[in-house]
């Protein structure tokens, strides 16, 4: 007997002494990674904990965790046995009736006290209720009632029978009706007196203003293992949705310079339930939400359709220039967020966010560190946070599409823009400290070159005119000829030399019926595929320049064609 009493202290010993304990612990949010889409959330903590296991709970977390996304690193001699996300609903409260003062508190006594009497009142009425009814259903199933039996063969019985029904029935219907009201009557009162019950049972959490309803906590609990009593810090990190930052980019240019400076902005947003409070921000170009599967080819089997196709009909040809896109106008009413510079010039040279950012390249995104701390409110504002300021190489040019517009616009060339990590965005436009409208910045094409303009400039004439003394018509066989002329002037009334680029156009087709010729370029270069041409040429200051071109275009006399 004495053995056994002393293997079941050591049995319970040894449990106690490897029991599974939990600590409740505070954390910080001291880093965030905002991406385009979501945010990497880091947090620390530190735990204390005895020997066996423990469960150490980090609580208010944001609600918009991706659990998939969690991490746990923890310093320290310990194990990291588990580590998961939880929503743990808190216990309501009782209702405390000491702090309600003391006529409040007979009132509820006195009032839970007839409610148990007139529940007693209501039942005692629904027994009776159901008594009548029952009465009521087997007097109206009754075979008498019913015809049946012998009452058929006596006109006396049917009569009594008749008669019975009729005041029985009367009787149940009365009584019925008036046991229906008294309960109406008692389940109204009844409603009354609870719902100033529970208001007078309330009283005390409307006196205290400080009282809130406890929703669910949003917790991370994490397992560990320790040999003997330690202590250390725990690293979290996880993924939220309902954030993320807007690419935006200021163009700062001059006429004399011969760089573009400019401002690659983001605009930080979050609405994750949790305020970002002093935290160390990272802006980064990667979006975790994005598709990262390789597609599969899979193999394309074509057969014969076993119906007629009608082929497209022809449409017409307009031009098109993909390189040299033209943007939008100086007087377009937009709106700007970039910087201030006074009116006499005086340029403040203060710091930035982007004096503080550094770049770091991963092989499939951008992250740019910002070693400034953050505070931004979950509320879905937008942030602004200036994280690069660039001086980049620029050409100036003059283009001019004299068919379409007969303007000369300056045009910025920005080269290998793949070099500073820039994802496609709105971009505001200065010119000579000037806001001159937008345009939309696309590093992600294929293209080596970016262009976008700067505006119309009004000291550089462009006219295009119809020679109509060169165009002929004629026939030839069974063939129309036509043929067309065309002059562009460009000048110059600005006091230095300039470079435009002309563009212009000659009908291109894909009927072989039909041939188009050059009949003079004027130095022009046509690309054979779009019909483009294209001059590059220099006018001198307070000077021009004329471009004489012409084609040929050779159709059936029988069909029409219009050019």
């Not at 690193?73 to 309501?92: F, M, Q, T």
């Not at 930035?352 to 400034?372: C, G, N, P, R, Y």
């Not at 063939?479 to 291109?508: F, H, S, W």
């Not at 041939?515 to 040429?537: A, Y």
């Amino acid at each position: 007997m004495y053995k056994i009493i002393l293997i079941a202290c050591g049995i319970l010993m040894s449990s106690s002494a490897f029991s599974l304990e939990e600590d409740i612990v505070k954390s910080n949010i001291t880093e965030v990674t905002v991406y385009s889409q979501g945010a990497q959330i880091r947090r620390k903590a530190s735990y204390s904990i005895k020997t066996g296991i423990t469960k150490v709970i980090v609580d208010g977390i944001c609600p918009t965790i991706d659990p998939n996304s969690l991490q746990v690193l923890a310093s320290g001699n310990v194990v990291i046995i588990d580590a998961k996300y939880s929503l743990y609903y808190p216990k309501p409260e009782p209702v405390n009736l000491e702090g309600i003062p003391l006529k409040i508190r007979k009132e509820i006594n006195a009032l839970e006290d007839s409610l148990q009497l007139l529940g007693y009142e209501i039942q005692q009425i629904q027994d009776e209720i159901d008594v009548y009814v029952a009465t009521k259903n087997i007097l109206a199933n009754n075979g008498a009632i019913r015809g049946q039996g012998k009452v058929n063969d006596s006109i006396n019985l049917l009569k009594q029978a008749m008669e019975y029904y009729t005041v029985k029935m009367l009787e149940i219907n009365k009584n019925l009706q008036g046991l229906n009201k008294t309960k109406n009557k008692k389940t109204t009162l009844q409603r009354e007196m609870m719902d100033r019950l529970k208001k007078l049972k309330n009283h005390q959490s409307s006196v205290n203003s400080d009282s809130k309803d406890k929703g669910p906590s949003h917790r991370i609990t994490i397992t560990l293992s320790a040999d003997a009593a330690t202590s250390g810090k725990l690293n979290l990190s996880y993924l939220v949705s309902q954030a993320g930052w807007i690419p935006l980019y200021d163009m700062r240019a001059e006429v004399l310079g011969s760089k573009i400076n400019m401002n690659y902005k983001a605009q930080v947003y979050q609405n994750t339930g949790m305020d970002w409070d002093d935290v160390r921000l990272s802006i980064s170009t990667n979006n975790p939400y994005q598709n990262k599967t390789l597609p599969t080819l899979h193999p394309w089997y074509v057969d014969y359709n076993n119906y007629k196709v009608q082929a497209n009909a022809p449409t017409s040809n307009y031009l098109e220039v993909s390189k040299k896109a033209l943007r939008q106008e100086a007087n377009e009413d937009l709106v700007n967020d970039g910087y201030y510079t006074n009116s006499n010039g005086v340029t403040y040279d203060a710091k930035t966010s982007a004096d503080f950012a550094q770049v770091i390249e991963h092989m499939i995104s951008a992250e740019f560190k910002i070693d400034l701390p953050y505070t931004i409110k979950s509320n879905n504002e937008q942030h602004m946070v200036l994280i690069r300021n660039l001086n980049i190489p620029t050409n100036y040019r003059y283009y001019t599409i004299p068919k379409l517009d007969q303007s000369a616009y300056l045009m910025a060339e920005l080269a290998n823009l793949s070099d500073y990590q820039l994802v496609p965005a709105k971009a505001n436009i200065f010119f000579d400290g000037t806001y001159i409208g937008e345009t939309f910045l696309n590093p992600s094409q294929m293209d080596d070159t970016i262009t976008f303009s700067l505006g119309k400039d009004p000291n550089i004439m462009v006219k295009r005119t119809l020679m109509k003394r060169e165009c002929k018509e004629k026939i030839v066989g069974s063939n129309k000829e036509k043929t067309m002329a065309y002059n562009i002037e460009i000048r110059n009334l600005k006091g230095t030399e300039i470079e435009i680029v002309v563009l212009d156009q000659m009908p291109v087709t894909t009927n072989p019926d039909i041939s188009i010729e050059e009949q003079g370029l004027d130095r022009g270069k046509l690309d054979p595929k779009t019909g483009t041409i294209e001059w590059i040429l220099k006018v001198k200051a307070k000077d021009n320049e004329n471009i004489n071109y012409k084609y040929r275009v050779k159709h059936n006399k029988d069909l029409n064609m219009f050019i």
